[in-house]
């Protein structure tokens, strides 16, 4: 079972904060950088937050920066993505996303997404 789940999305209130996750499973977690993509209605899919294998360097989208962490524990093949000081402009479909090899194939693998609503 090659996938990723993501869960956490909800409801919330401008200002308040969530934390997402993103579980993987069938291809070694650990070897890979991850990220997470946001979808609003009407607009492109943005990268919002990329972290590398170890968890040792990371980056975000400027819309989030300060306010958004992005982390990993490769023990239990888990990306999380802690939301802070939400917006209104915040709210979309949250996807987890990999690109990942087996030998010389690369493979995109994608999440089926987690709606985040900010609304007071």
């Known amino acids: 079972q090659v996938q990723l789940v993501e869960s956490g999305g909800g409801l919330v209130e401008p200002g308040g904060s969530l934390r997402l996750s993103c579980a993987a499973s069938?291809?070694?977690?650990?070897?890979?950088?991850m990220s997470w993509y946001r979808q609003a209605p009407g607009k492109e899919r943005e990268l919002v937050a990329a972290?590398?294998?170890?968890?040792?360097?990371?980056n975000y989208a400027d819309s989030v920066k300060g306010r958004f962490t992005i982390s990993r524990d490769n023990a239990k093949n888990t990306m999380y993505l802690q939301m802070n000081s939400l917006k209104p402009e915040d709210t979309a479909v949250y996807y987890c996303?990999?690109?990942?090899?087996?030998?010389?194939?690369?493979?995109?693998?994608w999440g089926q997404g987690t709606q985040v609503t900010i609304s007071s």
């Open positions: 069938g291809f070694t977690f650990s070897s890979y950088p």
């Open positions: 996303y990999a690109h990942y090899r087996v030998l010389t194939w690369d493979y995109d693998l």
């Open positions: 972290i590398t294998s170890t968890g040792g360097s990371t």
